[in-house]
């Protein structure tokens, strides 16, 4: 099937880092995205890997991928509580993201 | 200097009619989408296009018609609205790809939440 799995919570503190995991499906996919959504706003472009890379790291995210176990991560160093969001692991599949069910990170002060 | 837009942000509707969501963008890409967001937060591609194929999801009613009168634009047709028909509808884009590093990448509007009483 299509599914693209992950955790549906997550409930850090400030300042700690935050690990949020994604499985995907499809092995042929080019390019794997992170997506963020805060509260009633749109979907933001986070980041994409390559599927030849391993790890992609951009200011405070880091993303790491699996290619083997099919397996993505989006690490958030330092977390702040504006980083409180849904965060989406989407995989391209013909012209169409696939997308998961959303994580919901929480982030206390 | 909005890059993918959405007409209404909001639109509140009885059941039975019907409605219309514009989407515009100042990308240049050639190919644009909309996915539908239901109250669960979960996001499902509904459409497809470029100026040479409409993709459609098989699960899409035959209520919801795409119609893109240029290449910047996607508008959404939704005819005899159903209450199931409430959500959140974003418009995308992108360019299409080569496989080149980022090329494809899909980049979202703001979505228009749709209400149906």
């Known amino acids: 099937g299509e599914d693209v799995e992950q955790s549906l919570f997550l409930s850090v503190r400030e300042g700690d880092s935050s690990v949020i995991n994604c499985t995907y499906t499809d092995s042929s996919s080019t390019y794997l995205y992170w997506y963020k959504q805060e509260p009633g706003a749109g979907l933001q472009l986070l980041t994409y890997?390559?599927?030849?890379?391993d790890m992609k790291q951009d200011q405070r995210l880091t993303v790491l991928l699996n290619k083997k176990d099919k397996h993505l991560s989006l690490r958030i160093a330092d977390t702040q509580t504006g980083d409180s969001a849904i965060y989406f692991c989407?995989?391209?599949?013909?012209?169409?993201?696939?997308f998961g069910k959303g994580t919901t990170l929480s982030v206390s002060s | 200097d909005t890059a993918v837009s959405q007409t209404p942000k909001y639109l509140v509707t009885q059941m039975g009619n019907d409605k219309s969501i514009k989407c515009e963008q100042n990308?240049?890409?050639?190919?644009m989408y909309w996915y539908k967001q239901d109250s669960k937060k979960f996001l499902k591609i509904m459409f497809s296009?470029?100026?040479?194929?409409?993709?459609i999801n098989e699960t899409v009613p035959n209520r919801f018609s795409p119609k893109s009168p240029d290449k910047a634009h996607l508008n959404l047709h939704i005819n005899s609205l159903e209450l199931g028909d409430s959500a959140v509808y974003f418009c995308a884009s992108s360019q299409e790809g080569q496989g080149l590093r980022g090329k494809e990448t899909q980049y979202f509007g703001p979505g228009t939440r749709l209400l149906v009483l």
């Open positions: 990308l240049g890409h050639d190919t």
């Open positions: 296009y470029n100026n040479k194929e409409l993709i």
């Open positions: 989407a995989e391209m599949a013909g012209t169409a993201l696939i």
């Open positions: 890997i390559f599927s030849n890379m």
